[in-house]
């Protein structure tokens, strides 16, 4: 069964720390992953995206990685703020069906 | 362009009663989704729609639940009769290009939060 799974659930760090957050998923073969930011009350932003053929991509102080051979994906947060604050869910396309395969989300929490 | 906007934001309404949803996707965007979140599931796929025809409607959980999009600027989801396991976020997302299916940006609304008492 195709899944997307992601660690750790929840986190808490204080401003200015560095953190990071895994996927791991089963989906193949993939088309792309994703990493959204959703805040409370709102919806999915994106902050990455990468084809199989990408390694790394970053957006700020968001930097992606990916793994294709062992299906694995991080996400790093730099010097993180208090805004930074939020659900960080990974998305993985399956390429056969066209689906999309959603992680449960890490709930990032930055404190002062 | 204010982004895909989604009404209402709030939906409470009782057990057996009709819901609708309603979005306006970003203007020239020929894709539309529709997706449900809830804690325990997370986000999952309803439905989504190409150039105003349903595609891929396999994640509608039950006839209860059905979605149109009369014109490029307007789609609902309507959930008839409505139960409190349908209490959930949903949220309406459009793309320009095969969005969450491509390598394409797709754009979230801000999701309406219905409440099935």
């Known amino acids: 069964k195709n899944q997307v799974e992601q660690s750790p659930q929840s986190l808490i760090i204080l401003e200015g720390k560095n953190c990071t957050l895994q996927?791991?998923?089963?989906?193949?073969?993939?088309?792309?992953l994703r990493w959204y930011k959703q805040d409370t009350g709102r919806g999915p932003v994106s902050l990455t995206i990468?084809?199989?053929?990408?390694n790394t991509k970053s957006n700020g102080r968001y930097t992606a990685t990916l793994d294709a051979d062992t299906k694995q994906s991080s996400l790093h947060i730099t010097a993180s703020q208090l805004s930074d604050s939020a659900s960080y869910i990974c998305?993985?396309?399956?390429?056969?069906?066209?689906?999309?395969?959603f992680g449960q989300g890490t709930t990032l929490q930055v404190k002062p | 362009d204010a982004g895909v906007i989604q009404s209402p934001r709030h939906e409470v309404t009782e057990m057996g009663q009709e819901v609708t949803l309603r979005c306006k996707p970003i203007?020239?965007?020929?894709?539309l989704f529709w997706y449900r979140q809830t804690m325990m599931r997370g986000l999952e796929l309803l439905i989504y729609?190409?150039?105003?025809?349903?595609?891929?409607d396999s994640g509608m959980p039950e006839d209860r639940f059905s979605a149109k999009m009369p014109n490029a600027s307007f789609s609902t989801l309507k959930i008839q009769p409505s139960e409190p396991r349908d209490s959930a976020v949903y949220f309406c997302?459009?793309?320009?290009?095969?969005?969450?299916?491509?390598?394409?940006?797709?754009?979230f609304g801000q999701g309406t939060r219905l409440t099935v008492v």
């Open positions: 997302a459009s793309s320009p290009g095969q969005g969450l299916r491509g390598n394409t940006e797709a754009f």
């Open positions: 996927c791991n998923y089963t989906v193949s073969p993939f088309s792309n």
């Open positions: 990468m084809t199989f053929s990408e």
């Open positions: 998305v993985v396309s399956d390429s056969n069906t066209g689906k999309l395969i």
């Open positions: 203007s020239g965007h020929d894709y």
């Open positions: 729609f190409n150039n105003n025809v349903p595609i891929d």
